[in-house]
């Protein structure tokens, strides 16, 4: 398998537009974090889906974060409207399941708002 | 809430040495215990995963125990090489609130 994949790698927005960050997860996992990280802030989980419920989104920042999981394969968070408080690495990790299984990450988007 | 720390912040080691990194966490309420490394602009490599039930995990020069009853856990490096130079996640799967992270230890070790 080819492990968690990201894209973009890299993502440069002004200010106000939208943003659109991909995510694969590793195939036959049903688990789908989000995170975000920042100096400042280390590791956040943003949110996190089961079967592609999402379980728990209470990281989300605000109501301009949003995210899907259409199906077992592919989930997109989305900011809209983009500012630059929001630039950082944006990581998606998938596991087996929620208990006691291993996670993987995926490379990383860094998403830089100008 | 789970709260997960890690000591120290930075460390700096010439090679060869043995070293040890720990992480703190509050709950003990745990289903596992995760220990990552992220190499600087990349992703994190899961290096060992420790599951609730267990004491320790091994895997090549790395060795990582977990004691649920003092919420603590360490990450032995056996005979550092500047390969290792990194920065050192570890990773609390708690009930209801999944992967919470400590703030990582950066490792340096000099040739």
């Known amino acids: 398998d080819a492990g968690v994949i990201q894209s973009p790698r890299h993502e440069v927005t002004e200010m106000g537009q939208e943003v659109t960050l991909r995510c694969k997860p590793i195939s036959g996992h049903n688990s789908l974090f989000w995170y975000r990280q920042t100096m400042m802030r280390g590791l956040e989980l943003l949110i996190y889906f089961n079967n592609n419920v999402p379980i728990d989104d209470s990281g989300m920042p605000e109501d301009r974060f949003s995210a899907k999981m259409p199906n077992a394969s592919f989930s997109t968070l989305k900011i809209q409207p983009s500012e630059p408080r929001d630039s950082a690495v944006y990581f998606c990790?998938?596991?087996?399941?929620?208990?006691?299984?291993?996670?993987?990450f995926g490379q990383g988007t860094r998403l830089t708002v100008v | 809430k789970q709260e997960v720390t890690q000591i120290p912040a930075a460390l700096s080691v010439p090679e060869g040495e043995n070293l040890v990194l720990n992480c703190s966490f509050t709950?003990?309420?745990?289903?596992?215990l995760q220990w990552f490394r992220q190499d600087p602009g990349k992703g994190l490599t899961s290096l060992l995963l420790?599951?609730?039930?267990?004491r320790e995990q091994t895997s090549g020069r790395l060795n990582a125990s977990l004691d649920k009853s003092s919420g603590r856990s360490t990450l032995y490096i056996a005979a550092s090489q500047p390969g290792d130079s990194a920065t050192y996640l570890c990773?609390?799967?708690?009930?209801?609130?999944?992967?919470?992270f400590g703030p990582g230890t950066r490792l340096s070790v000099l040739p």
């Open positions: 709950d003990s309420a745990i289903y596992n």
């Open positions: 990773a609390a799967r708690t009930y209801g609130q999944n992967f919470v």
């Open positions: 420790i599951q609730s039930s267990q």
């Open positions: 990790a998938s596991s087996l399941d929620l208990s006691n299984t291993e996670a993987f």
